[in-house]
C-alpha cells in the first residue's frame, strides 16, 4: 500500500523542549517537502531536500532541522528555538507518472500543541 | 505583493450550484498549475494539474488556465455536500522547483 506516513498524528510539547516529526514514504520519490500550515495563512515551506544527504531551507526555516539519511525518511525536528511551533505540520513527496513529474504528494499530517 | 493570490472565503452554496474559485498570479514564469483539495484536518489532496492555457475537465471539475491574463479557475458543477473542504491553488516555474501555494478558500456545500 503506496503512500507518505507521519507520526505521530497528534503531538504536545513543553516549551523548552525539541520534538522530532516522523516523514516516511514507499512511493520512491526522490524529492521530500515539510510545510508549515497556520489558519488564513496556506502551506509555508519549511525545508526540503531533493536528494538523500542534501536539503535546502525553505522560507521560515529558522528553529527546524531535518535529516535525509534515507530516500524513504524525512524527519523534521522542532527545536525550542522557534518560536511559534504550534501548527499543522504536513510532509509531501514529489514524483509523478505519465509525465506529470511536478505534481506533490501529502502525508496526512502532524498537529503539534505547544502547553 | 504576494507571488499567488487566492480568494480567501469562505464561500457557502447549496447543493447542486455551480462553484467558481479563483487564483491570480504576478509572475509569468509560472508554468505548471495544480489545484488540491484539502478535508479539515487531513493532508491536501491532488485534484487537477494543467499545464497549458485552457481548460480541462474531470468529471464534475473544469480547471482553467488564462496565462495571458494570470489567472487560473476551478469549476465545480452541481456541487455534492462531499466537496466541502479548502481549496488550495499551487503553481511552479519550471519542472522540478517549488511549488508556491495560494492561501485557501474554504468551501461549504449545504445539503
Redesign the interface.
Known amino acids: 500500500d503506496g503512500g507518505?506516513t507521519?507520526s505521530p498524528k497528534y503531538l504536545f510539547r513543553k516549551e523548552g523542549q525539541n520534538v522530532t516529526l516522523s516523514c516516511e514514504q514507499n512511493l520512491n520519490h526522490d524529492?521530500m517537502?515539510w510545510y508549515r500550515q497556520d489558519p488564513?495563512?496556506?502551506?509555508r515551506?519549511i525545508y526540503?531536500s531533493?536528494i538523500v544527504n542534501d536539503f535546502q531551507k525553505?522560507d521560515i526555516a529558522e528553529g527546524y532541522s531535518v535529516s535525509r539519511e534515507k530516500k524513504e525518511s524525512f524527519p523534521l525536528t522542532v527545536t525550542s528555538a522557534q518560536k511559534n511551533p504550534t501548527a499543522?505540520y504536513?510532509c509531501?513527496s514529489r514524483g509523478g507518472t505519465s509525465g506529470?513529474?511536478?505534481?506533490?504528494?501529502?502525508?496526512?499530517?502532524t498537529?503539534l500543541t505547544v502547553l | 505583493q504576494k507571488e499567488v493570490e487566492?480568494d480567501?472565503g469562505p464561500l457557502s452554496v447549496p447543493e447542486g450550484a455551480i462553484v467558481s474559485l479563483n487564483c491570480t498570479y504576478s509572475n509569468s514564469a509560472f508554468q505548471?498549475f495544480?489545484w488540491?483539495r484539502q478535508y479539515s484536518?487531513?493532508?491536501?489532496?491532488?485534484l487537477m494539474?494543467t499545464y497549458s492555457s485552457g481548460n480541462k475537465e474531470d468529471g464534475r471539475f473544469t480547471a482553467q488556465v488564462d496565462k495571458s491574463s494570470k489567472y487560473i479557475s476551478l469549476f465545480i458543477r452541481d456541487s455534492q455536500p462531499s466537496d466541502s473542504a479548502t481549496y488550495?491553488c499551487?503553481m511552479?516555474r519550471t519542472?522540478?522547483s517549488?511549488?508556491t501555494?495560494?492561501?485557501?478558500t474554504q468551501l461549504t456545500v449545504n445539503p
Open positions: 507518505i507521519q524529492a517537502y488564513g495563512q496556506g502551506l515551506l526540503y531533493q525553505g499543522f504536513l509531501a506529470v513529474t511536478d505534481t506533490q504528494y501529502f502525508g496526512p499530517g498537529r | 487566492q480567501p505548471y495544480m488540491y484536518r487531513k493532508g491536501p489532496e491532488l494539474y488550495l499551487a511552479v519542472s522540478g517549488r511549488l501555494f495560494g492561501e485557501g
